[in-house]
C-alpha cells in the first residue's frame, strides 16, 4: 500500500495497512535541502525539490505547497518584502479602512506571481511522484485573508463597529480562496489544506456565527471540486472544538494545546484528527525516546481515524533524527494495534 492509498483509504473508511504521518515542512525542508526559506517560498522547483528529498529520507505520506499565509494577499496588491530567513514582510495592509474593499481587484491565480507559482508546485510534484503520494495543496480560510488585507487588530474592531461590512469582505476572500483552490485541484491537488489561524482569535460565539458560515461553503465547494480538505487552525482551538467539527473538513489539524480526546468527544468517528506533539518542547528539544512516547499517547489518545504530525509546522532548527523518530513510529504499529486505539 502506497502512500496514496493509505491516506484516502483511511478517509474513506477502508483498512488500511498502517497509520499515515504527515508533518507540515517549511523552512526545515528548505535547510535539508541547503537552501534559504525565501528560496523555497519564491521558487516552486526549490520548494518541491525541498519537500521531495525530506519525503524520499523520513518516508512521510503527503507532500505539500504550503509555505506561508500571503499568496493570495499578494495576489490581491498588496506589496511584500522577503528576507532570507522569514515570512515575507508587508509592507502596509491593503485595506487601510473596511470601505477600501469595493476597490479590491480579485487576483487571477494563473497569472498571479506567487500564486501561479504554487499551481507550478502542483503540476511539479504530479510529475515527480504520480499517484503515489497524495499532493496537499493550500489555501487562506476566509477569515485569515480577511485579517492578512485588513490587519488582525482591525478586522477585530470591524467586528463590533461593522459587522456586516465585515461578511462583505470574507465574501470577496471566500471567492478567491475557491477559485484558487479549484485551481490547485485542476493542476493535480489531491486534498486542499485551509489554513484559518486568525479564526483561533475569536470566541466561540463569533466563530459559530462569522467564521464558520465561511469555512463550510469553501469545504462544500472544495469538496465540489473533488478534493478532500484538510482544516488547519493555530493554537489552541478547544473552545472551538463543538463548531471545528460542524465545517465537513475531512481532516482537522489540532495543535498541541489541544486535547486530543476531547477532540475525539466532538468529531467522533467520522473526521480524521491530525496532530498534535508538540513541535517545539517535544520534537525540536527533545530526545528521540520522548518524541516516540508523546507520539504514542497522541495515537492512544486520538482513536480512529488519525494522522500522526506535529501540532504545527516542524521547527526550522530540528534534528532530522528527531524527525525521523516520530515518522518510524506508525511503521512500529500493528494493524491490530491501530484497531485497538
Not at 507550478?120 to 488585507?149: K, T
Not at 465540489?224 to 463548531?243: D, E, M, R
Not at 525540536?284 to 486520538?302: F, T, V
Amino acid at each position: 500500500m502506497n502512500a496514496y492509498q493509505r491516506v484516502m483509504g483511511l478517509l474513506d473508511g477502508k483498512e488500511i495497512d498502517r497509520l499515515p504521518v504527515a508533518p507540515i515542512l517549511m523552512a526545515f525542508a528548505a535547510h535539508y535541502y541547503g537552501k534559504t526559506y525565501r528560496d523555497y517560498y519564491l521558487d516552486y522547483r526549490v520548494l518541491v525539490e525541498s519537500y521531495l528529498r525530506s519525503w524520499r529520507d523520513f518516508d512521510f505520506d503527503m507532500v505539500m505547497v504550503i509555505s506561508d499565509p500571503f499568496r493570495e494577499t499578494e495576489g490581491f496588491g498588496t506589496q511584500f518584502e522577503y528576507p532570507e530567513e522569514g515570512v515575507p514582510v508587508m509592507r502596509e495592509h491593503l485595506l487601510k479602512k473596511l470601505e477600501e474593499m469595493v476597490n479590491l481587484k480579485e487576483p487571477d491565480p494563473r497569472t498571479a506571481r506567487r500564486m501561479r507559482d504554487r499551481l507550478q508546485a502542483i503540476e511539479y510534484f504530479r510529475r515527480e511522484i504520480g499517484s503515489e503520494v497524495p499532493i496537499v495543496g493550500w489555501v487562506e480560510g476566509p477569515f485569515a485573508e480577511a485579517a492578512d488585507l485588513r490587519g488582525v487588530q482591525e478586522l477585530m474592531l470591524d467586528l463590533m463597529d461593522a459587522p456586516e461590512m465585515v461578511k462583505e469582505l470574507l465574501e470577496i476572500t471566500l471567492r478567491a480562496g475557491l477559485n484558487f483552490a479549484r485551481e490547485q485541484v485542476r493542476a493535480g491537488a489531491d486534498l486542499i489544506g485551509i489554513g484559518d489561524a486568525a479564526a483561533s482569535l475569536v470566541s466561540p460565539l463569533m466563530y459559530e456565527e462569522v467564521v464558520l458560515p465561511y469555512e463550510q461553503r469553501l469545504i462544500e465547494g472544495i469538496h465540489a471540486a473533488g478534493a478532500k480538505v484538510k482544516l488547519h487552525i493555530c493554537g489552541n482551538t478547544t473552545n472551538l472544538l463543538p463548531f471545528m467539527a460542524q465545517t465537513g473538513a475531512d481532516i482537522i489539524d489540532l495543535d498541541w494545546m489541544v486535547d486530543l480526546k476531547l477532540a475525539r468527544e466532538h468529531f467522533g468517528d467520522k473526521i480524521c484528527i491530525c496532530g498534535n506533539v508538540d513541535p517545539v518542547a517535544v520534537l525540536l528539544q527533545g530526545r528521540p525516546e520522548e518524541i516516540r512516547r508523546a507520539a504514542y499517547q497522541c495515537i492512544q489518545d486520538a482513536g480512529h481515524p488519525f494522522i500522526l504530525s506535529p501540532g504545527c509546522e516542524v521547527p526550522a532548527a530540528t534534528p532530522p533524527e528527531n524527525l525521523l523518530a516520530l515518522c518510524r513510529v506508525p511503521k512500529e504499529i500493528t494493524r491490530e494495534q491501530i484497531i485497538a486505539s
